[in-house]
């Protein structure tokens, strides 16, 4: 692990148990709403033991990480941008998870060619929060936090899981996470986020990488259809798209590991012209 001073606040990184190396190339991997760096454990420790220099994030306020959370997708991807500055990273791969998928691609806009891969895992855009579940996030967290968790499982146990219980591994995330931060509704003000976001059409534009979509064939939270918009925006603007499917839900990183992980690892270590 390492902690970095950004903004003025401490910000944890998991690093694989390993150092940072200036000499190998970095992913960022960045999770979504009330969850940490934890999601990325299988992916972020492979990487980390074959040539990569890991830094997975807890989002500020997150967590490990203090500061303010961020109260959209444009600051999240601020504070990206500005680790890698407090890091001394000149270029490196973004990966994010849903809401993350969303801070992934608007920070890869602000780096142009300091990105060097672009990850989006589980996205879609718009990224709609019904005005149900939003209420529901501000005034009964725990509620709200049981039904996303319902529709972001295809299963309970998944073969590959090595016989986890996706969803009693994701309420207790979500548990810890939305009571690391007492003076405010991450679930809220996450779901807020992903929901008023309206730049990324134009934020696509922008980004100058390879971008890979790892969605899942059963995703209720962003079904592969709701990608569309994104995965139309990379290929108009001539750039090297991948799209691969992996048959669950949202829980990509743990409901197929294996899958998400070969995605990720073949996509990064390509040689794209």
């Not at 420790?45 to 997975?56: D, E, Q, S, T």
Request: with cysteine.
């Amino acid at each position: 692990m390492m902690l970095y001073t950004v903004n003025g606040a401490p910000a944890y990184c998991y690093t694989a148990g390993k150092p940072f190396d200036p000499a190998k190339p970095t992913v960022v991997f960045i999770h979504g709403v009330l969850c940490d760096h934890s999601v990325w454990a299988l992916q972020s420790r492979y990487l980390a033991n074959h040539g990569w220099n890991v830094l997975a994030v807890d989002l500020p306020g997150h967590a490990r990480s203090q500061g303010e959370a961020p109260a959209s997708v444009e600051q999240a991807a601020d504070f990206i941008v500005a680790l890698l500055d407090t890091v001394g990273v000149p270029r490196a791969a973004l990966v994010g998870h849903s809401w993350g998928s969303l801070i992934a691609m608007e920070a890869a806009a602000r780096l142009g060619e300091r990105a060097t891969h672009l990850v989006m895992v589980g996205s879609s855009y718009p990224m709609k929060v019904s005005p149900a579940l939003l209420d529901s996030a501000l005034n009964t967290p725990e509620k709200a936090l049981k039904m996303v968790t319902v529709f972001s499982c295809s299963t309970l146990a998944p073969p590959s899981g090595a016989g986890s219980w996706v969803f009693g591994a994701g309420m207790a995330l979500g548990r810890r996470v939305l009571r690391s931060n007492a003076q405010i509704n991450l679930l809220h003000r996450g779901f807020t986020a992903c929901d008023s976001y309206t730049r990324g059409e134009q934020a696509m534009a922008a980004v100058q990488c390879p971008v890979l979509f790892v969605l899942g064939e059963k995703d209720q939270m962003t079904p592969p259809k709701a990608a569309q918009t994104l995965v139309n925006a990379a290929r108009s603007a001539v750039r090297q798209v991948q799209v691969v499917t992996v048959p669950v839900g949202h829980n990509q990183m743990t409901e197929a590991p294996d899958a998400t992980l070969a995605a990720l690892r073949d996509f990064l270590a390509q040689a794209w012209l």
